[in-house]
């Protein structure tokens, strides 16, 4: 069975879905491309798009390099925390 684009999300309840979410969120916000999350994480471009839907989980040194990537503290990533504000930025 292949999987839709909706159904490949992680579940925004689970810790994985939402810290995607986050990820994702901020990217955009940013304008950083997939091919950046890549380079940044020495991934091929699918195992990054692969992170960033929340199909796989990001580790905590991979979170600590999207932090930097994203300019934003990594506990802005893992809770949440003043995520809001980091959106608006």
């Known amino acids: 069975m292949i999987a839709t ?5 992680a579940s925004a309840s689970s810790l994985n879905g939402r810290i995607a979410a986050r990820v994702r969120a901020l990217m955009a916000a940013r304008r950083v491309t997939n ?14 798009t692969r992170r960033r839907l929340g199909e796989y989980p990001f580790s905590i040194a991979e979170v600590e390099k999207v932090a930097a990537l994203l300019k934003v503290d990594p506990q802005v990533i893992l809770s949440g925390r003043d995520f809001e504000m980091e959106l608006a930025s």
């Open 35 to 48: 091919k950046n999350l890549a380079d940044c994480l020495h991934l091929s471009p699918r195992a990054a």
């Open 5 to 9: 684009p909706t159904a490949a999300f």
